[in-house]
């Protein structure tokens, strides 16, 4: 079993303005000790988005083009935590790892899909 979280951070550059808009969805394996957690970043870039105010739900992330995953959905964390376990992130090593969300959205996008309405 797992409990997520989600936040939302930004760097400050030299003149203290907030660029880097980053939304962090962690995975931490439950109960609490048996295992490390798996922070999922999703950054700011050309043709992504990350949610920061309107049209986009707080949730939302994804391709300007392509894929999207709502981080609200219980769906959607369990197909990026799936595709997480394929790619090699290994819970019991107890140990903090990262992950880049861009890596791992159109595969969990795709299992979203393949997973049909209701999944939530």
């Given at each position: 079993?797992?409990?997520w979280t989600m936040r939302h951070s930004h760097r400050r550059d030299a003149d203290?303005?907030?660029?880097d808009c980053r939304q962090i969805l962690t995975l931490s394996?439950?109960?609490v000790g048996t295992g490390g957690p798996l922070r999922i970043v999703f950054a700011d870039g050309p043709g992504r988005y990350v949610p920061g105010g309107a049209?986009?739900?707080?949730g939302d992330v994804g391709f300007t083009r392509g894929a999207d995953l709502n981080l609200h959905e219980p769906g959607a964390v369990r197909a990026?935590?799936?595709?997480a376990l394929a790619r090699g992130w290994r819970p019991e090593e107890?140990?903090?790892a990262e992950m880049d969300g861009w890596s791992l959205l159109e595969a969990a996008a795709a299992r979203r899909r393949d997973a049909?309405?209701?999944d939530d």
């Open positions: 079993m797992y409990l203290g303005r907030s660029v394996p439950q109960p049209p986009f739900g707080s990026l935590l799936d595709v107890r140990t903090a049909g309405p209701g």
